[in-house]
C-alpha cells in the first residue's frame, strides 16, 4: 500500500486504522510473528495499543496517515475490519471500493485498479497520471507494505 | 448391516481426519487450525458493508495519543482509501 499511496497521494487521501491484534502472543500467535520479532499481547489498554502502533509507524518506517482504534472497537465493528480489510470512500461519503476480508481476500492490486479507474494509471516513474480513456490499467508492482503481516504475506507486499 | 454401519463409520473418520489434514497443512499446524476456528471463523460472519452504502462514521485517536478526529473529516474533497489492520 506504500507505493500505491506513493503513487496516488496527489489525487486521493490514505488513511491507515489501526484496529484489534491479529495474530497476539495471548490469542493466535504465528510462527512468523516469532521469527520476524513481532511478538504483542493484545492490548488490554488504550495506551498499550497506541504504543504498538508507534511501534509499527517507526520499525517499519510506515508513511500514510494513521488513526487508531479505541478500546471499544468501534471501527473494526463498523467496517468490518479485523484483521485487515481495504476501503474506498467517495467524495459523497459513500463505500465506492468494499475489499474481502484478509489474508486471503486482501488485494491491494483492487484499489490500485479502482484509483487507475478514477485517476489513470500512476506509477513512481511517471509524476502525472495519464488518461483512464488510453486503456488498460497499470498492474501493480510486485510488493506492497501491508500493515498486516501474514505467514503468506511478510512485510512487504 | 452391522457391516454397513462400520464401512459408514469407517469412512466418515476417514473423511473427518483428512479434512482436519488439509487444514493443518492450509493453516501451517493443528495450533493455527485451532486458532482459525477460534478466532477467525466467527468475525467472517460479521455483517459487511456494500458498495453504494454510507460509509460508517468513527471516532479515532492519532498517533500521539491525545488528540481524536472522526473519520469523516477526512472525506469530502477527493477519495478516501482507508486501510485496517494491525502489526501483527
Not at chain 1, 89 to 94: F, N, S, T, V
Amino acid at each position: 500500500m506504500v507505493k500505491i499511496y506513493n503513487d496516488y497521494k496527489d489525487h486521493a487521501d490514505f488513511l491507515t486504522v489501526y484496529v484489534r491484534e491479529a495474530h497476539p502472543t495471548d490469542e493466535w500467535q504465528m510462527k512468523s510473528n516469532v521469527k520476524e520479532d513481532v511478538c504483542y499481547a493484545q492490548p488490554k489498554t488504550l495506551e498499550q495499543r497506541v504504543a504498538i502502533a508507534n511501534d509499527f509507524v517507526q520499525r517499519q518506517k510506515y508513511p500514510l496517515p494513521f488513526g487508531i482504534d479505541d478500546m471499544s472497537n468501534a471501527a473494526d465493528l463498523a467496517y468490518s475490519a479485523w484483521p485487515e480489510r481495504l476501503y474506498v470512500i467517495d467524495e459523497h461519503g459513500r463505500i465506492a471500493y468494499a475489499g474481502g476480508m484478509g489474508p486471503f481476500n486482501y488485494d491491494p492490486k483492487e484499489v490500485r485498479a479502482w484509483l487507475a479507474k478514477r485517476f489513470g494509471p500512476v506509477t513512481q516513474s511517471t509524476s502525472t497520471a495519464t488518461p483512464a480513456a488510453s486503456g488498460s490499467a497499470t498492474t501493480a508492482p510486485a510488493t506492497e507494505t501491508s500493515v498486516t503481516r501474514t505467514p503468506a504475506s511478510p512485510a512487504t507486499r | 448391516m452391522s457391516r454397513f454401519w462400520k464401512w459408514a463409520f469407517g469412512s466418515f473418520a476417514a473423511i473427518l481426519i483428512l479434512a482436519f489434514a488439509g487444514l493443518c497443512y492450509m493453516a501451517g499446524s493443528p495450533k493455527d487450525v485451532y486458532g482459525m476456528v477460534r478466532y477467525a471463523f466467527p468475525h467472517m460472519h460479521r455483517g459487511k458493508l456494500r458498495v453504494g452504502a454510507d460509509a460508517p462514521d468513527v471516532r479515532l485517536l492519532a498517533l500521539d495519543g491525545s488528540n481524536h478526529f472522526h473519520l469523516r473529516e477526512r472525506t469530502g474533497a477527493r477519495p478516501l482509501v482507508v486501510i485496517f489492520g494491525s502489526y501483527t
